[in-house]
């Protein structure tokens, strides 16, 4: 549900986001990358944050962001530092996006603030638990929203700091596994789901990482070498075998116990009412977004696998 909610967020304000950044000559990319932090850019960090995207695409995209400004070179080689203009620019085309979540908010009944103070307990209980995870993805995202913001952007702030929790959640429990070959964990991920069991498929369904049909051609040959998938029935195509769906399964149990872990603090009741304001927000989301006619929703921020 709270991924569902966040969903909803992003098909309101990131055509927002995206239209301000045209029209200021923001790079969109740099609010994408927010997620991993504008603080320094590598590709170490990044591939550390997302080890399953093409770290070329991050290599391709450096030299474009120097040359205009966004980001300046460090005294370690390969390491850049972002400008304060190109936090800033974040910082605008992000609060674009919130702006047309204020109408949402002036409906609203006490829901929105009771759901808020739910979401920050979580929030802090998850700073506050023992690793792992580690507190990489949770502490590097770029923070927009404060005490001082609307509610209902505040709400989409905290959405996202949960968001990026799970996915050092999920990296914790799956990393060991695929060690530094993150494209391979995707591939395994891709056939379980369903949604690609063909090399051209991932590269079709899966453009935003950044890679070609023959490097998951490579990457579907290396899960079979492992055991993870074998060949299906059907010419090209693949499905897991029984250690690539128990190891699958495993991770995800993992991925839901680190990342549930904090909210063992909280009574069943009160876990039950934050969901029902999660199902009411959504509803509000839905129903605001057929009413003012916005839609869509952009995927690059997608992380974990």
């Known amino acids: 549900m709270i991924h569902s909610v966040t969903q909803e967020f992003w098909s309101i304000t990131e055509p927002h986001i995206e239209e301000a950044a045209v029209r200021n000559n923001i790079p969109i990319e740099l609010y994408y990358y927010s997620e991993l932090g504008l603080d320094n850019f590598s590709i170490e960090e990044f591939q550390h944050r997302d080890p399953f995207s093409n770290p070329e695409k991050f290599e391709r995209l450096f ?67 023992p690793e792992p995870p580690e507190k990489w993805a949770i502490e590097k995202r770029f923070h927009v929203a404060n005490k001082n913001s609307p509610v209902i952007v505040q709400i989409r702030e905290c959405l996202m700091d949960l968001f990026a929790y799970h996915d050092d959640a999920h990296l914790a429990a799956a990393r060991p596994h695929f060690n530094q070959a993150g494209i391979v964990w995707t591939v395994l991920g891709s056939v379980a789901t369903g949604s690609a069991n063909t090399a051209e498929q991932m590269a079709e369904t899966m453009e935003f990482r950044g890679y070609e049909t023959f490097e998951y051609e490579a990457a579907i040959e290396a899960a079979i070498e492992v055991g993870w998938l074998e060949t299906a029935e059907t010419p090209d195509t693949f499905r897991p075998t029984q250690k690539g769906r128990e190891l699958r399964d495993k991770v995800e149990k993992l991925t839901d116990k680190y990342f549930y872990r904090p909210w063992g603090t909280f009574p069943p009741n009160e876990l039950d009412e934050f969901y029902d304001l999660l199902i009411k927000l959504r509803e509000q989301l839905i129903r605001f977004k057929k009413e003012s006619g916005v839609g869509g929703l952009l995927s690059n921020l997608k992380i974990t696998s």
């Not at 005294?75 to 800033?88: I, L, N, S």
């Not at 674009?96 to 109408?103: S, V, Y």
């Open 63 to 129: 030299p474009r962001l120097e040359i205009k400004g966004w980001i300046v070179p460090m005294y370690d080689e390969g390491r850049f530092e972002v400008t304060k203009k190109a936090r800033e620019a974040v910082r605008q085309i992000i609060q674009a996006g919130d702006n047309h979540l204020l109408k949402l908010e002036a409906t609203k009944d006490g829901n929105l603030e009771r759901l808020l103070l739910f979401l920050k307990q979580i929030v802090l209980a998850n700073n506050a638990a």
